[in-house]
Antibody, heavy 120, light 107 residues
Framework: DVQLQESGPGLVKPSQSLSLTCTVT?????????WNWIRQFPGNKLEWMGY???????SYNPSLKSRISITRDTSKNQFFLQLNSVTTEDTATYYC?????????????WGQGTSVTVSS | DIVLTQSPATLSVTPGDRVSLSCRAS??????LHWYQQKSHESPRLLIK???QSISGIPSRFSGSGSGTDFTLSINSVETEDFGMYFC?????????FGSGTKLEIK
């Protein structure tokens, strides 16, 4: 079965970079699908951040475009989120999720999420 | 960006009730609307895709309807395990957006 697992530091200082890893088991990230990052703010609002496709192309939410980068390590079947110049407003639970590679697909597998707090 | 408005924000129900949750889009999104359930301290789980298509492993009491701008998630005979948050999400255009959610709670 497909499983996704987020990992990374739970505390980041303002102005620094947030870096998270999503490790995928049960499916190769180079076979198909788009591999997404989504975050959920305190109060439950969900925001799609971006994805890296099986081919390595990326798409980002324009609201984050200047600060976000999604990359991958195909040898480890992992993909990564880097968010630069974080502020307290980036405090959230971060999820990785799988979506069909076409635009219209839903997100069918999600990781358990990792909580990140931005604070000095 | 496409705005999804969910109503009501909170719905208090008794087990056995039939409930309907609404999601309205700020512009037409055809049927590119998906529903997720999120229980406390868990990640979202896909319930319905493309407005009305069922998902393997999801109980048949969950159903979806609608197209264009107005969508409904129905739960036929709510069970205690159904309480939690419900979100809609559109995949008609980038950036993908989510509704603010409906909290289903026990009356």
């Amino acid at each position: 079965d497909v499983q996704l697992q987020e990992s990374g530091p739970g505390l980041v200082k303002p102005s620094q970079s947030l870096s998270l890893t999503c490790t995928v088991t049960g499916y190769s990230i180079t076979s198909d699908y788009a591999w997404n990052w989504i975050r959920q703010f305190p109060g439950n609002k969900l925001e799609w951040m971006g994805y890296i496709s099986y081919s390595g192309s990326t798409s980002y939410n324009p609201s984050l475009k200047s600060r976000i980068s999604i990359t991958r390590d195909t040898s480890k079947n992992q993909f990564f989120l880097q968010l630069n110049s974080v502020t307290t407003e980036d405090t959230a639970t971060y999820y990785c999720a799988r979506k069909g590679s076409s635009l219209y697909y839903a997100m069918d597998y999600w990781g358990q999420g990792t909580s990140v707090t931005v604070s000095s | 960006d496409i705005v999804l408005t969910q109503s009501p924000a909170t719905l208090s129900v008794t087990p056995g009730d039939r409930v309907s949750l609404s999601c309205r889009a700020s512009q037409s999104i055809s049927n590119y609307l998906h529903w997720y359930q999120q229980k406390s301290h868990e990640s979202p789980r896909l319930l319905i895709k493309y407005a009305s298509q069922s998902i393997s492993g999801i109980p048949s009491r969950f159903s979806g309807s609608g197209s264009g701008t107005d969508f409904t998630l129905s739960i036929n005979s709510v069970e205690t395990e159904d309480f939690g948050m419900y979100f809609c999400q559109q995949s008609n255009s980038w950036p993908f957006t989510f509704g603010s959610g409906t909290k289903l709670e026990i009356k």
